[in-house]
């Protein structure tokens, strides 16, 4: 806002803020139900009340004449949701001053500049421009000196790999937007290393008095906070505004009528308001007012973020406070339409199994890991050790007992591993804790690379039905051991469901006669006869797979009985005739749940998650522990790097996460945990364009590093700080980039710099290349990584060969081969035995 009109600022400039400021950002995006809009207010911390009403005005305006489609938000400095700051990849800046100082300084090739900027955030990263002064700095954080033409990133001693990553993105998009790639970036990751760019900073900042402050640790909301919903009606009486609380989680949809406003308080960590669709204009325009003047009243921090929501435009953030959320003709999975109101059966999904690998989407919408044709082995946890179970008994759990179940499948000509463990409703702490642990032997065997899934008894997953081709029984309770303490009942009760192989499970309920339902089969089996009961509502191919089961609970004559017909012994073996669900069962209702990824830590001592909005692979960062909800499971995602406490607490983390989220969710939801670089297609299928090369190919932070470009340019820039010239002879080459491979690829810069490394000049002449860096075919190809050389690089052995050789072996140049996509790249070595 500019003298309280509305002025577009310059697409270059997107992501900086200045701090005098108050800004608008409308945000447009096509989901699968049409457009969702997003209307941003952002406030800086030095805007005057004038800007900020004026703000608030603008949004109302924009808000109408978008037709009331808009979810609004409040935003302010240094307090942004996570839907806010998903809009800047790269980061957000923060500007001293204001509009009056202007938007020149985010033209292009303006080098007039000194600042020093604090950077924060692993996953979000905010640069704050602050005092330039050694005192500004602090162990913890990345901290970045901008002179203009030179970027000196300083990482401080605590910084994690993360936390630099992010920093050197946002010094590489200063670099690239804003200087038109004209600028030079130095790295201080240990300044005893970096005795030049820590010249240059002493210049600019004088010399360092005294120890730098500690870390300053972030504050952020726990998940327990975040789970304190409650829901206030408001509305007017006699000329007051009345604010009501309703109710607390878990909350439910009916609550909110379309003729009023809602406020709903998420812990004092977030306000919404919804406003009706029936409300009266006035409350609808009043909505930030009212949730400014409740936040006053309940002494929250001005800064809390509100978001203002209308009726039949809800975000997803908003719809997963509710236990439950219904959409009106709602479509699901493979054309499958839910419609408010309408009785009918669920009807059972067939698909296609082989459309699993052409379309990960559609393994992750149904659950499945492939078409279930794998091969399954099944241990039972008997005095705390893994036990073989008899592959004739395999699909039959015992309430009483823990079984692992290994399935294996081959993807790509190469096995991968599913670790079911599978928790009985009896079992005893002991052996559940030997399950998990167990598991980890089991999945040690197996190089770490399998997929461990927590199943708790009764809430087995749709892959894990598959896997046992419709012969899935689960007893209540007892035990498949071969030393019962106790004699089976004489008479026990199953209810089947499921109308194939893939989707079949009998559960075993209370044998009396309250147990029926009209919509399914059930097996009634005594010491005489085993009767199949089939009720009214259930179908053809629900009777067939119930006489499949049938065949394994009982030995005894079957009999088939329809409803309503049943002789008097039947009703004798239940105890009696008694009232049961005999109505049409109505549809499930639905949940309208968009996945959401976090990254967790409990590293504090509180268990802290900081969301990914519009999440992509890129946002899996392999020295983390991801969280991936997508409401019928979670999965965790275990980076390669993550620390040894994340990974051990994953569970608990996921556990902790059911326990508080608002909505009140079910304990016993699957968790999934997935390896870096060993994701199966029910996972990745909520990615976009999942690349599986990734893991391989990724650039690491030092590759990252490597690829700045020619930053030996910083030596030949006179910088004007006190008059002080630095020449050529200030800046020594030992920390920097190699200055020759400046305008090549990033992957000959790759190999000029491993070149030049410590590994060849200590090289014996024996064992030195031919010419320069080059070895012979034979040397390099079919060889394991103990027969090369030293000094060559196992995942580059294509970059040691002369170019006749390698273009007599690819049939193209190098250059023409750098060009092409990595996987391509990657096959290719495969088939010349350089891989």
């Known amino acids: 806002l500019q003298n309280m009109k509305m002025v577009p600022v310059p697409e270059k400039a997107y992501g900086t803020f200045f701090e005098g400021d108050c800004y608008i950002i409308l945000h447009s995006k096509r989901t699968s139900r ?46 942004e949701s996570e839907t806010f700051q998903s809009y800047f990849r790269n980061g957000i800046i923060y500007k001293k001053g204001g509009v009056a100082s202007g938007f020149k300084h985010v033209e292009t090739n303006m080098y007039n500049i000194k600042r020093l900027l604090h950077v924060k955030g692993k996953k979000h990263v905010t640069a704050t421009e602050v ?198 003709d709602e479509t699901l999975g493979l054309g499958k339409i839910y419609t408010v109101g309408k009785t009918a059966k669920v009807e059972q999904v067939k698909f296609d199994t082989t459309q699993l690998h052409a379309r990960p989407e559609l393994a992750a919408e149904q659950r499945m890991v492939d078409d279930a044709s794998g091969d399954i082995e099944v241990w039972r946890i008997e005095d705390l050790q893994m036990q073989p179970v008899n592959p004739k008994t395999y699909g039959q759990f015992y309430g009483g007992d823990c079984y692992l179940v290994l399935y294996t ?57 598959a896997i046992f081709k419709g012969k899935l029984i ?26 194939s192989e893939m989707n079949t499970k009998a559960t075993e309920v209370p044998a009396r006669a309250s147990s029926l339902n009209s919509n399914d089969v059930f097996l009634l089996a005594t010491n005489q006869v085993c009767y199949l009961w089939c009720g009214k509502g259930c179908s053809g191919d629900e009777r067939e797979m119930a006489k499949m089961v049938a065949d394994i609970v009982s030995r005894r004559d079957k009999h088939t009985i329809l409803e309503g017909q ?16 005999s109505e049409k069962r109505f549809q499930e209702q639905i949940t309208h749940y968009q996945p959401r990824l976090f990254e967790c830590s409990n590293q504090t001592g509180r268990f802290i998650m900081t969301e990914v909005v519009g999440f992509c692979q890129e946002d899996l960062d392999e020295d983390d522990v991801m969280l991936l909800d997508t409401w019928e499971e979670i999965f965790l995602w275990i980076g390669k790097a993550s620390n040894t406490y994340e990974r051990n607490e ?95 690829s990033p992957e000959y810069k ?30 390099l190809m079919n060889k394991t990584v103990d027969e090369l050389p030293e000094g060559v690089d196992p995942t580059k052995k294509e970059y040691y060969l002369s170019d006749a050789d390698f273009h007599d072996i690819f049939g193209k140049s190098k250059h023409e081969f750098y060009q092409m996509p990595k996987w391509k790249q990657q096959n290719e070595k495969k088939q010349c035995g350089l891989f």
């Open 34 to 79: 049409g457009t969702a809009v997003d209307l941003h207010y952002w406030i800086g911390k030095d805007s005057t009340q004038d800007e900020q009403g004026a703000a608030a005005m603008y949004v109302t305006q924009l808000d109408t004449a978008l037709r009331g489609n808009p979810v609004q938000h409040r935003e302010v400095q240094g307090h």
């Open 650 to 744: 994953a569970i608990a983390s996921a556990k902790e996460y059911l326990k508080t989220h608002p909505a009140g969710r079910d304990l016993a939801t699957p968790i999934i945990l997935v390896k870096q670089g060993c994701e199966p297609l029910n996972f990745t299928g909520w990615f976009n364009a999942w690349d599986p090369y990734k893991w391989s190919d990724g650039k690491s932070y030092e590759e990252m590093k490597n690829s700045l470009g020619d930053m030996s340019a910083i030596s030949e820039i006179t910088v004007d700080l006190n008059n002080i010239s630095l020449s050529k002879k200030t800046l020594s080459m030992t920390n920097l980039a190699v200055s020759s491979t400046a305008s090549a």
């Open 566 to 581: 049943e002789p008097a012994e039947f009703w004798e073996a239940l105890g009696g005739k008694a009232p049961y669900a």
């Open 750 to 779: 790759s190999h000029f710099n491993h070149a030049n490394s410590s590994s060849y000049t200590n090289s014996s002449p024996s064992s030195m290349p031919n010419g320069e860096g080059i070895y012979s075919r034979e040397v």
């Open 409 to 465: 499948y081959l993807r790509s000509g190469r096995p991968h591993y599913v670790l079911y463990m599978w928790q009985g409703r009896h079992a005893s702490v002991d052996e559940i804790t030997a399950c998990a642990l167990n598991a980890i032997e089991l999945d040690k065997k197996y190089g770490d690379e399998a997929v461990q899934v927590r199943v708790t008894m009764g809430k087995e997953p749709a892959h894990f039905l």
């Open 131 to 328: 005092a330039l002064s050694w005192d500004s700095f602090n162990k913890g954080d990345v901290f970045l000196l901008d002179l203009g033409k030179v970027l000196i990133q300083w990482n401080g001693p605590n910084c994690n790999i993360a936390e630099k990553s992010r920093g050197l993105a946002l010094a590489r998009s200063i670099r690239d937007s804003e200087r038109g790639g004209r600028a030079q970036i130095g790295i201080i990751d240990n300044e005893k290393d970096s005795p030049d760019l820590l010249k240059i900073m002493k210049m600019v900042l004088g010399e360092r008095r005294g120890e730098l402050r500690d870390a300053i640790p972030d504050t952020k909301a726990d998940e327990l906070q975040k789970a304190n919903v409650r829901l206030y009606h408001v509305y007017e009486k006699d000329n007051d505004l009345v604010v009501q609380e309703i109710a607390t989680r878990p909350l439910t949809q009916d609550l909110l009528q379309h003729e009023d406003c809602y406020i709903l308080d998420q812990g004092g960590y977030k306000i919404y308001v919804w406003r009706g669709k029936a409300s009266n204009q006035e409350e609808k325009k009043a909505a930030f007012t009212r949730a400014v003047g409740f936040i006053q009243a309940k002494g929250y921090s001005p800064s809390t973020n509100i978001e203002v929501i209308n009726d039949g435009a809800e975000s997803a953030m908003f719809k997963q406070l509710f236990q439950k959320w219904t959409e009106k």
């Open 474 to 499: 689960i007893y209540e309770g007892g035990t498949s051991r071969a030393q019962k303490n106790t004699p089976e009942p004489a008479i026990r009760l199953f209810q089947v469901r499921g109308t």
